[in-house]
């Protein structure tokens, strides 16, 4: 059963007060569930910091490996920098903290060597995992840590483009779904529902700016309206940049539950698409639709560094939508 953010650290409370705290927990969740908030909170809790984010400040005897690499994944040095840091002497009687930040990111080599520091770990260390996938970590890994599933918390209201995308989803386990075309139709319409997106953004924010010129011409010099027209545009593109993530999460939310259905996971992040999902998981290896997964990590990497959108998406949909 899932824990609430608020229920798991009130379960970790009671067994730190009781000396009863394990040295390796995997927190799992889905995004907004609230892995780094309750993974701070319990770093603070053992470690003695007032840090109200030991995610930003990185106080001292809480240290921190997440993916910074081009490929975005956890390198065997930024393991073997925390098995370093834990080695060291913690202060004041309390515990030392190592928080591996999108764990499932964890490269084999990495994983590998994590995998010692779990067997045997330092005195008086904690180590927590944090992951959307865990099912992608190895059972290995899994087996020596104690889970803490969080649930999700409540989702606003889903928009009409991230259900129809969700629909343009379902339509990819057809028996005629086959070959490259099926790939460059999702990515059109993929690009389209972004268009959609950009296009309702604008228009609410010229109608915006247009009510403030209008009510304000009379009474401002022109070069206040001039900054306004900019802080529209700006707030445009923050938007929509926004969005565009949300729709890129439905892909990943999908993909993931695609691979909980390969491995016999039981919850579902896209409930109304569990038949799509399990249909296809049938169709695919685990290493296949990891593979897939990998092509859509790399494709939000490439948007998250500006490189041309229509490319980005088009590359990366032929690799994860072609059967």
């Known amino acids: 059963m899932a824990f609430t953010r608020a229920g798991a650290m009130q379960y970790l409370t009671r ?14 969740g889905p995004p907004g569930s609230g892995k780094h908030g309750l993974a701070s909170d319990l770093s603070g809790l053992v470690t003695g910091t007032t840090a109200s984010d030991v995610f930003a400040a990185q106080p001292p005897g809480v240290y921190l490996a997440e993916p910074e690499s081009k490929s975005r994944r956890i390198v065997i040095d930024q393991v073997r920098a925390l098995e370093h840091a834990l080695q060291m002497r913690a202060s004041g009687g309390h515990r030392k903290v190592a928080i591996v930040a999108e764990a499932d990111r964890l490269q084999p080599q990495a994983a590998n060597a994590f995998l010692k520091t779990l067997e045997e ?10 992951s959307s996938m865990p099912e992608v970590l190895p059972d290995t890994i899994l087996s020596r840590c104690i889970a803490v599933p969080l649930a999700a918390e409540e989702k606003a209201e889903p928009s009409a483009e991230e259900k129809e995308l969700v629909e343009l989803l379902g339509a990819v386990v057809t028996p005629e779904a086959k070959g490259v075309q099926v790939a460059y139709r999702m990515a059109r319409r993929f690009q389209r529902l972004l268009s959609q997106i950009r296009e309702t953004i604008q228009e609410e924010n010229a109608a915006a700016l247009k009510r403030e010129q209008v009510r304000y011409k009379q009474t401002t010099d022109g070069a206040w309206l001039d900054e306004r027209e900019d802080y529209f545009k700006a707030l445009s593109e923050s938007q929509y940049v926004r969005q565009r993530a949300r729709l890129v999460e439905i892909l990943f939310l999908w993909w993931s539950d695609v691979l909980r259905a390969k491995t016999g996971g039981a919850r579902r992040e896209l409930p109304s698409a569990s038949d799509q999902t399990s249909l296809l998981a049938q169709k695919l290896s685990t290493p296949d ?19 041309q959108e229509a490319l980005a998406v088009e590359v990366a949909f032929l690799s994860v939508f072609t059967f």
């Open 121 to 130: 770990p330092p005195n008086d260390s904690l180590l927590l995992l944090l």
């Open 289 to 307: 639709i990891l593979r897939r997964i990998r092509r859509l990590e790399e494709m939000r990497d490439h948007l998250g560094r500006n490189i």
């Open 15 to 28: 067994a730190h007060e009781r000396g009863r705290l394990g040295h390796a927990y995997l927190i799992s």
